[in-house]
T-cell receptor, first 110, second 115 residues
Framework: KNEVEQSPQNLTAQEGEFITINCSYS?????LHWLQQHPGGGIVSLFM???GKKKHGRLIATINIQEKHSSLHITASHPRDSAVYIC????????????FGEGTQLTVNP | NAGVMQNPRHLVRRRGQEARLRCSPM?????VYWYRQLPEEGLKFMVY????????ESGMPKERFSAEFPKEGPSILRIQQVVRGDSAAYFC?????????????FGDGTRLSIL
């Protein structure tokens, strides 16, 4: 079993829909990252959080440390949001390596 | 401000050749991380370096792979005697310091193809 599990693996939505991507982890962490990867492109860091909730534009990320769970929400989705969304955790307080989920492929149709 | 720069973007090598991947971190960043993304798989940690030091190489294959981050110049990931299984996207990330509250900034990656 992976230390970081994402669901769903694939998600197709219509433009304008509210989208939720989930991430569960099984280890102690000091921070959780949400990343975005476009086809053939690089990786962009969307959020880094260790508690509570963060919002940037139409994106919202939440984390529940006790339940070891995080969600990424996209409001009023748009075709340009189509990408792979990756959850990654930084374990404990020592060491800087990130451990990644397998990613969620999001396709938003017009 | 320039982000993390990786070159080349695409690299093609024949089996048995050497591959050198370069990563220039963001200005002011002295911590560099290398990750590998095999086809149809998630990202995996390879190595973490500070200037002139390897801090954590627990994700690096024991043979053929090496990494350095010299005092001057970019970080280099070197793969000797490449095999087909080395075909992957290699990403570099950097941060200004090793702290929990510091995000890692990623480059656009190098796509390595082995013929």
């Amino acid at each position: 079993k992976n230390e970081v599990e994402q669901s769903p693996q694939n998600l197709t939505a219509q433009e304008g829909e509210f989208i939720t991507i989930n991430c569960s982890y099984s280890v102690g962490i000091s921070a959780l990252h949400w990343l975005q990867q476009h086809p053939g492109g690089g990786i962009v860091s969307l959020f880094m959080l260790s508690s509570g909730k963060k919002k940037h534009g139409r994106l919202i990320a939440t984390i529940n440390i006790q339940e070891k769970h995080s969600s990424l929400h996209i409001t009023a989705s748009h075709p340009r949001d189509s990408a792979v969304y990756i959850c990654a955790v930084r374990r404990g307080t020592s060491g800087s390596r990130l451990t990644f989920g397998e990613g969620t492929q999001l396709t938003v149709n017009p | 401000n320039a982000g993390v720069m990786q070159n080349p973007r695409h690299l093609v090598r024949r089996r048995g050749q050497e591959a050198r991947l370069r990563c220039s971190p963001m200005k002011g960043h002295s911590h560099v991380y290398w990750y590998r993304q095999l086809p149809e798989e998630g990202l995996k940690f390879m190595v973490y370096l500070q200037k002139e030091n390897i801090i954590d190489e627990s994700g690096m294959p024991k043979e053929r792979f090496s990494a350095e981050f010299p005092k001057e110049g970019p970080s280099i990931l070197r793969i000797q005697q490449v095999v087909r299984g080395d075909s992957a996207a290699y990403f570099c990330a950097s941060s200004p310091r090793d702290r929990v509250d510091q995000p890692q900034h990623f480059g656009d990656g190098t796509r390595l193809s082995i013929l």
